[in-house]
Structures are given as structure tokens and as C-alpha cells.
């Protein structure tokens, strides 16, 4: 399994701002997968992209990924303040099985 | 709801006293993840279960053990708590197929240690 690095490492926005966060990994992959985590709970996941994928959507998540560059970006639009929370990215490799390696995570910090 | 659950949320023990944290499912998934996570890191998987089958991560302490007894319930034994080891534990499952492998995290439990 390998690790996905996150970039920036944290983020201040104003509500109704858009938030843009990057992964990149170092070997082929998959898919890659974005979580969610609220201060003090567990992980939500919020989707996965197929290496056979440019873009996906889901709501207000827009998420690409590139595997050429071995990165992928999360895009949160008109965020608000629930989307204050660290954001994971997870690159799945098929030598790895069924594990997932998290890499540091942004943290987003959305202000009213 | 089909989730996991996580008990205690809050587990407080003393240094070197045997603690065990539990996990339940009800999504029916081959596979459950034990993490370890600490302030501001991302989850450290410590080991997961696929139905039977154990994997052990290599950089794993011997402290940490794990047992599964059917497919909904899985523990985490920490034999001798050190100060190191205060963290938020996560459990997770998944259906453990190549084109679902999403994974499903509990609530955690926060493991002092005093």
C-alpha cells in the first residue's frame, strides 16, 4: 500500500469560497478515494475515482485525477461551515490488497 | 442502518493494565481494519482481518493483538498500555472486493492512559 501526501496541509477559506486540495502518490493505483474526518470521529468516505476516470462528481465534490502526474485534486464548491474537517486521500494499489494507507490529510477550516 | 459500531467511545486505563476495545457490524463485510490514530496524523493501520485470515502490519507492536471471533465483531487487546499508545483507535470494514473496497469507519474510541 502506499501513501498518498496531501497539499497544503491546511486551508482557510469563507464560506461560500471554493477549497481545492491536491494528492499525489507514487505508483500505479486502482482507484484513489477521499474521506472525511470531523474533529474526534471516524472517517467518512466521500468518493472513490477509477484509474480509468478524469473526473468525478458527487454534489458539491468535484474530484480529477491524473495518472500521468500520479495526482488527484478534491474541489469542494460554495463550502459552508459543516465542511470544516480534515480531508484524506487514499490511493488504492492492487499490490496491496485490501489495505488503504492515508496519507496526512488537509485540514480545511471553513469561517462563517 | 447497517454501520459499525465502536465501544467504549472513551476508554481511560492505567499504565500497563490489559485493555480491549471492540468493534461490531452490521454491514455483513469481509473485511475489519484496526487504525491507530494520533493528534493532527493520519490513520496507522495496526492490522486487518480478511473473514479469518489475520494481517499483521510489520511496524505493529507485539503489545497490540487483535482477535475475530465471527464475521460481525472484532478486538482490539492492548496487553501492556504505555503512555505512547494514548490515541483514537479506529475500526473500519469493507466488502473487501476489488470493485467495492470503500471502507466504513466507526466513531472511534479515545484511549487515555494514565
Known amino acids: 500500500s502506499q501513501q498518498g501526501e496531501e497539499d497544503p496541509q491546511a486551508l482557510s477559506i469563507q464560506e461560500g469560497e471554493n477549497a481545492t486540495m491536491n494528492c499525489s502518490y507514487k505508483?500505479?493505483?486502482?482507484?484513489l478515494q477521499w474521506y472525511r474526518q470531523n474533529s474526534g470521529r471516524g472517517l467518512v468516505h466521500l468518493i472513490l475515482i477509477r484509474s480509468n476516470e478524469r473526473e468525478k462528481h458527487s454534489g458539491r465534490l468535484r474530484v480529477t485525477l491524473d495518472t500521468s502526474k500520479k495526482s488527484s485534486s478534491l474541489l469542494i464548491t460554495a463550502s459552508r461551515a459543516a465542511d470544516t474537517a480534515s480531508y484524506f486521500c487514499?490511493?488504492?494499489?492492487?499490490?496491496?490488497?485490501?489495505?488503504?494507507?492515508f496519507g496526512g490529510g488537509t485540514r480545511v477550516l471553513v469561517k462563517p | 442502518d447497517a454501520m459499525v459500531i465502536q465501544n467504549p467511545r472513551y476508554q481511560v486505563t492505567q499504565f500497563g493494565k490489559p485493555v480491549t476495545l471492540s468493534c461490531s457490524q452490521t454491514l455483513n463485510h469481509n473485511v475489519m481494519y484496526w487504525y491507530q490514530q494520533k493528534s493532527s496524523q493520519a490513520p496507522k493501520l495496526l492490522f486487518h482481518y480478511y473473514d479469518k485470515d489475520f494481517n499483521n502490519e510489520a511496524d505493529t507492536p507485539d503489545n497490540f493483538q487483535s482477535r475475530r471471533p465471527n464475521t460481525s465483531f472484532c478486538f482490539l487487546d492492548i496487553r501492556s498500555p504505555g503512555l505512547g499508545d494514548a490515541a483514537m483507535y479506529l475500526c473500519?470494514?469493507?466488502?473487501?472486493?476489488?470493485?467495492?473496497?470503500?471502507?466504513?469507519f466507526g466513531p472511534g474510541t479515545r484511549l487515555t492512559v494514565l
Open positions: 487514499a490511493p488504492d494499489e492492487e499490490a496491496a490488497g485490501n489495505k488503504l494507507t
Open positions: 473500519a470494514t469493507s466488502a473487501g472486493t476489488r470493485t467495492y473496497n470503500e471502507q466504513f
Open positions: 505508483t500505479s493505483i486502482n482507484n
